[in-house]
């Protein structure tokens, strides 16, 4: 059993944290720098989960209690794997397919940012809220006008700069807390 108390424990984490951190920001500037690997990257992982997906529901299928039951679990399955497959063959169109689902997404969220700020605007700092939703909305627009031309960057793109985003918050907040008194 460890005699370590719980400060002295989160701050050992920090290194690994912190390293965490450092790793998130330069697979993020890669992922900007190689646009289409890592969009391709990311289409290729979805099929791939798509495919294994179909795999639990067809494993879970024969636990259904009613013929019915089993065979709308074994179509589904079907339509998983094959959808997956598919994708898996096809890169460049998933790649497109995501990117235009992701730029409703995004319209979505902003459209509804917007109307939950209209729910709270008389909170202290509502404000961002709206700034979220213009921002989230002006997004998906952007990437719904350019479509598909922008299919082959903008996943890449956005996956970097969130994973930069990640890697400075892990590591900026691993700074903090070895700079921490109550730590001590």
Request: glycine share 6%.
């Given at each position: 059993m460890s005699t370590a108390t719980f400060p002295q424990t989160l701050k050992r984490a920090t290194g690994w944290v912190t390293v965490w951190g450092i790793l998130m920001i330069l697979f993020g500037a890669l992922a900007i720098c190689l646009p289409l690997a890592s969009s391709i990257g990311a289409a290729v992982l979805v099929a791939w989960l798509m495919v294994f997906g179909g795999a639990a529901h067809l494993v879970f299928a024969f636990h259904s209690h009613s013929l019915s039951g089993i065979l709308w679990k074994v179509l589904v399955s079907v339509l998983y794997i094959a959808f997956g497959i598919y994708l898996l063959l096809h890169p460049l169109i998933a790649l497109a397919t995501l990117t235009l689902v992701l730029a409703a997404f995004f319209l979505a969220e902003g459209a509804l940012e917007?109307?939950?700020?209209?729910?709270?605007?008389?909170?202290?700092?509502?404000?961002?809220?709206?700034?979220?939703?213009?921002?989230?909305?002006?997004?998906?627009?952007?990437?719904w006008m350019q479509w598909p031309s922008n299919s082959v960057w903008v996943i890449g793109m956005l996956l970097g700069i969130s994973l930069i985003f990640s890697g400075v918050s892990r590591f900026m907040l691993a700074l903090a807390v070895r700079r921490s008194p109550l730590l001590s």
């Open positions: 917007i109307a939950f700020y209209f729910n709270i605007r008389t909170f202290h700092n509502s404000f961002w809220v709206l700034v979220d939703g213009i921002v989230t909305l002006l997004l998906g627009l952007a990437i």
